[in-house]
């Protein structure tokens, strides 16, 4: 790859905690230079990102990219686009596809697959039972050989606990984390929103915190018995965050992540049976957010996650308890953290790009996360003033089911370094336009 000047960009570093003025030289997928008025070498491609943050590129943990077999909700095609016009180099994909990917053959389809679209880097996740039907082992190693980053069952809790304490072990042994969706499936069965008031008044069945609560205790008891690094998915309540805190001051090596939507809106949004405000976990209370927000803060909960859930239209048509769940996130993600966290001062710009870029990849084991000569050249580049309103008509993704169409939200992503090149995904401030 030919070199890149990024000229006079606002340089965001979560390692250092760090945010300064300075141009940015890329050379054979390396940062090559950080200063202010670096000449720029010859034959190199110079881009003025005045007005812009450059963050170490931003990795998603948590995406369904639905392939195989559930191409008319994504492809591994739309949905790196999708990555890429979010702000996002890579992205972790969950194994409920069909066949689920428990096994060599479909983990290494996927990355393979993610390879020959190359855009956004696709790192596949194996599952952690055959099937992800919580009675038998899948075999964790092979796929770690073929290329996955991490194990779970998403979409369901794993809850045979002589199963998962195998898995962890396994997983120890491998050095890779498991990524467990936290949900007691008794507790939770037949519910398609937060159990409470709200759910009474509209005369639909809860999902009690407490299904929630339960899962991530008997997980957090599992990791420390084996000693391997727990990632929960998709906090959503507060007692969660009680739990975490007790884990991390102990010294457990646990990690966990939280969502836009679980962030910013609470299960008032279901009222009106809005299905594109049907997740799981569900949308909870403001309590929960407000801790959920303070968690994110004090990085208790150090991950943004986007659980990017694509659907086709005629799926999330339908009445809310028939409604599958989940939110096309990927494209909204950063606008929404800009919009409702950092321009409101819940979140620094060194915070979120922790939040975005180095706790994904420590999560992960990829190298980056922070802006230094030597590190990988891999960036994002975010235009802190730019609003736009979100109009899903307009999202790479196939997925157009999302609760914030209409929002006008300020801080979009203009653009990503890639490993072997540069795409603008919208206007940079002061010069022309190109589109994926
Ligand atoms: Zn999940």
């Given amino acids: 790859m030919k ?24 050379e054979d997928g390396r940062i090559k230079g950080i200063s ?10 110079v881009i003025n ?19 195989p077999g559930g191409e008319h909700k994504e492809t591994i095609a739309t949905g790196v686009r999708a990555a890429v016009r979010g702000g996002f180099v890579a992205v972790a ?17 996927v990355a393979a697959r993610g390879r020959e679209e190359g855009w956004s880097r696709v790192l596949p996740i194996g599952a952690l039972s055959r099937g992800s039907q919580g009675e038998e082992l899948a075999p964790l190693e092979e796929m770690w050989r073929a290329g996955a980053v991490a194990f779970s069952d998403d979409g369901h809790w794993l809850a045979n ?36 008031i709200t759910a009474t008044r509209l005369g639909l069945r809860g999902m009690p915190a407490a299904a929630e609560e339960i899962a991530v205790a008997r997980d957090l008891v599992l990791a420390e018995l084996t000693g391997c690094h727990l990632h929960v998915a998709h906090v959503s309540t507060a007692g969660v965050v009680r739990l975490l805190r007790e884990a991390r001051s102990r010294g457990l090596s646990v ?17 009106g049976y809005d299905t594109n405000a049907k997740v799981n976990p569900p949308l909870r209370t403001q309590a929960d957010v ?39 996130g990927l494209e909204t993600a950063i606008p929404l953290i800009f919009t409702e966290l950092v321009h409101k001062g ?7 790009a922790a939040r975005l870029s180095l706790a994904p990849r420590r999560l992960l084991g990829l190298p980056g996360g922070s802006l230094a000569e030597g590190e990988p050249a891999e960036l994002t580049v975010i235009d802190p003033e730019r609003e736009e309103v979100v109009d899903p008509a307009n999202f790479a993704s196939k997925g157009r089911n999302t609760p914030f169409a209409g929002w006008r939200l300020k801080g979009w992503p203009v653009g990503v370094l890639l490993r072997d090149r540069w795409c603008l995904v919208r206007e940079l401030p002061g010069a022309g336009r190109e589109e994926i």
């Avoid at 202010?36 to 491609?45: D, E, F, H, V, Y």
């Avoid at 931003?58 to 990219?65: A, I, K, N, P």
Wanted: glycine fraction near 8%; hydrophobic fraction near 45%; charge should be negative.
């Fill in 3 to 26: 070199a890149i000047l990024f000229r006079s960009g606002t340089l965001v570093d979560p390692l250092g905690e760090k945010v300064w003025e300075a141009d940015l030289l890329v």
């Fill in 36 to 45: 202010k008025g670096l000449a720029s070498p010859r034959g190199a491609q």
């Fill in 49 to 67: 990102v005045s007005g812009c943050l450059i963050f170490p590129g931003c990795v998603d943990v948590h995406v369904h990219l639905r392939e």
């Fill in 93 to 109: 994909a969950m194994p409920n596809t069909s066949p689920v990917a428990d096994n060599a053959a479909v983990v290494g389809y």
């Fill in 161 to 196: 606990a002589q199963l998962m304490r195998r898995a962890m072990e396994y997983a120890q042994m491998l050095g890779v984390p498991v990524i467990s969706h936290c949900e007691e499936s008794e507790l939770t069965r037949g519910g398609v929103m937060n159990e409470g």
């Fill in 255 to 271: 990690s966990a992540e939280v969502t836009p939507h679980h962030l910013i809106l609470t299960e008032e949004a279901v009222q």
């Fill in 290 to 328: 407000e801790v959920l927000l303070e968690a994110l803060a004090d990085g208790t909960i150090a991950i943004v996650a986007t659980d990017h859930a694509p659907h086709a239209r005629e799926e999330k048509e339908t009445e809310f308890d028939q409604a599958p769940f989940g939110i096309s």
């Fill in 346 to 352: 819940i979140i620094g710009l060194t915070q979120a």
